[in-house]
Nanobody, 119 residues
Framework: QVQLVESGGGLVQAGGSLRLSCAASGSILSILTMGWFRQAPGKQRELVAV???????NYADSVKGRFTISRDNAKNTVYLQMNSLKPEDTAVYYC?????????????WGQGTQVTVSS
């Protein structure tokens, strides 16, 4: 089983910054992608950013130029640096991990961390 533990959410004023972290542990042979999704009240969960094992990154248009995703492969950890935060970034942020273990693929989700941006 694979576990994801997130940290770093909180309350910040508009224009401020937060850094989210997510560490994966368990029976992992390799990690293909790690990423962040978010879900605001009354809305569907949406992709924020994803990074591959090779370092390729994709971002939602709404966060390009403000958020940066990075990863430490040795620690199976992914980070999301969020700058110039806006009230519309308020959501529960979920870490996502796709990889391989014991010859099979897995997808794991974190428990979610609340990010609230006040105007």
């Amino acid at each position: 089983q694979v576990q994801l533990v997130e940290s770093g959410g909180g309350l910040v004023q508009a224009g401020g910054s937060l850094r989210l972290s997510c560490a994966a542990s368990g029976s992992i042979l390799s990690i293909l992608t790690m990423g962040w999704f978010r879900q605001a009240p009354g809305k569907q969960r949406e992709l924020v950013a994803v990074i591959t094992s090779g370092g390729n990154r994709n971002y939602a248009d709404s966060v390009k130029g403000r958020f940066t995703i990075s990863r430490d492969n040795a620690k199976n950890t992914v980070y999301l640096q969020m700058n110039s935060l806006k009230p519309e970034d308020t959501a529960v942020y979920y870490c996502n991990c796709n990889g391989e273990r014991s010859g099979s693929r897995f997808t794991a989700w974190g428990q979610g961390t609340q990010v609230t941006v006040s105007s």
